[in-house]
Nanobody
Framework: EVQLVESGGDLVQAGGSLRLSCAASGLTFHDYVIGWFRQAPGKEREGISCISNSDGAAYYADSVKGRFTAASDNAMNTVYLQMNHLQPEDTAVYYC?????????????????????????WGQGTQVTVSS
């Protein structure tokens, strides 16, 4: 059974930083793409980043590009999302999700964009709150 467990959510002041973790089990970690999504109250779920665990290629939505960085640790079966320069509009529940990496074995294939329907395995979410 595939399990994804997020951690690291917290309350932080605007301008601060957080690092989220997504620990995966029950899958061949190297063969998967891990996506990050967030959902704020009253808003649709937004795909913000994804990373290929095989080569570290990452994609970022415009809303987080230059502020968030994804990293994959194959030894720990964990993906991290480093979030810097956080703003109140980043307040949301953050989810990680996994999908098979159909770009395996092909050079230069980027894992994005991040589309929720492509992902079959989801974590339970972690709350990030940014105060102004």
């Amino acid at each position: 059974e595939v399990q994804l467990v997020e951690s690291g959510g917290d309350l932080v002041q605007a301008g601060g930083s957080l690092r989220l973790s997504c620990a995966a089990s029950g899958l061949t970690f190297h063969d998967y793409v891990i996506g990050w999504f967030r959902q704020a109250p009253g808003k649709e779920r937004e795909g913000i980043s994804c990373i290929s665990n095989s080569d570290g290629a990452a994609y970022y939505a415009d809303s987080v590009k230059g502020r968030f960085t994804a990293a994959s640790d194959n030894a720990m079966n964990t993906v991290y999302l480093q979030m810097n320069h956080l703003q109140p509009e980043d307040t949301a529940v953050y989810y990680c999700a996994a999908r098979y990496d159909y770009g395996l074995g092909y050079d230069g294939v980027m894992p994005g964009p991040v589309i929720a329907g492509d992902y079959g395995h989801w974590g339970q979410g972690t709350q990030v709150t940014v105060s102004s």
